[in-house]
């Protein structure tokens, strides 16, 4: 009991950091719509939401994360999607701290090497099915390492929850991937277990196919990691000038400097921290991963570092310290439950041109608000939205090119059909509209509903 104290306790202090954090993720409305659909009339399979892609094929990766989210809706309405949100959150600190306290007795070593998680996890505590494959990989980290210290439990639990994962986002790949690695190095390792990490190994990927899309479900992780989408800022590699990129770069820091100092560290850890190291110089939304997966190299690091300095006394929680902290954290808990939002935080949206917009095909809106709208203006289908992959190529280079009123704009306009411009006032093609003369039928100073010719 004393040992889930720490990270029950750092996981409600992250679920209450999370609770603080409106609802105003660009992609959580058309989560909702298409968990909605689900619901309603089966796996969505088609685009349902546009005029320009309308009927073309769709990733169904999510749909398991889909669902739930809509159901926190529907049972809650938004206080239940932030509560997801603060669940989730809490949830996946607190597995990042058990798992570091897997070797460990210093319960401040455990919190701090939880720390760079934490910081890091801040940028995916989002209202999408994304964040609940975060909190899957941590609980996949913490069942292979068990797994591997001879819990055939564990390694079992390992398909299972790879099964799972694999119907509620397409991050289940590196969950695949690495319990692959970390089978075939047991295998090599320990001949009396071979034949479970094998069985282990060939479950796992069979399971990645139980889903609506089949083999074809390997089809979105693919594409994210072989040619990601740089033109979307959280797909670009890490910028070392945000506060993300300095944690990051902080924590690959300190990852060198645990390899380089201090004991040394199992060799088996490699199967697992370098793919996960890799992946997370991928891209700004990785970079998370590499925090969750080294908690317990730190935990480690730091215990020794906190022994020498203190001449190998030990700091165990008393039994009245470890109430009184599993006290507060029910306390912070509820409180993060009583502080969670209950509307979402509309003001980058506008909201007061609903009333003008057309209904049909033919609108043009900016990137940014097309899943907003497909929750809003449920008559009005989008020009773009975050289902981002369906739309590239020819779309996309069309939206590119109308929204900055680059050379052949206004044939691209002819073209698609478009018949009004849902845009900010300061976008090239607002001003050349107008200057165009064409009509403004709503505007403010966020937005600019104009008609076209």
Known sequence: MTRLVVPFLVGALAGALAAVQPINDTDVWWHLATGRETLAQGIVRSDLFSWTVRGAPVSTDQWLGQVVLYLSYAVAGWWGVALLRVVLVGTLIAIVALDASGRVQRPLAVVLATMPALLLTRAVAVDRPELAGFVLFAALLYLLRRGRAGSWRALVACTALV????NVHGSFALGAVLTGFVCIEGALRDVARRREYIAVALATLAVTLATPAGIA???APGSHFLSPPRDIQEWNVVDVR???GVAYAATLALLIASVLAGPRIDPREAVIVIPVAFL???????APLLAIAVAPLFAERVAWALAFATRGATAQISRPASTFLAAAAVAIAAMAVAIAPRAPDERAYPRAALDSIPHGDGLFARYEWGGWLIWNAPATPVFVDGRL???RGAVLDDYQRIVTA??????????RGVRALLVVPSDPVAVRARELGWRVIASSESFVLIAAP
Request: zero cysteines; aromatic letters at 16%.
């Open 163 to 166: 099964g799972v994962w694999a």
């Open 217 to 219: 479900t390997w089809t």
């Open 242 to 244: 945000t506060p993300l």
């Open 280 to 286: 997370s110089l991928t891209a700004a939304r990785q």
């Open 389 to 391: 992959f369906q739309y």
């Open 406 to 415: 680059k050379q052949g704009w206004r044939d691209a306009v002819t073209r």
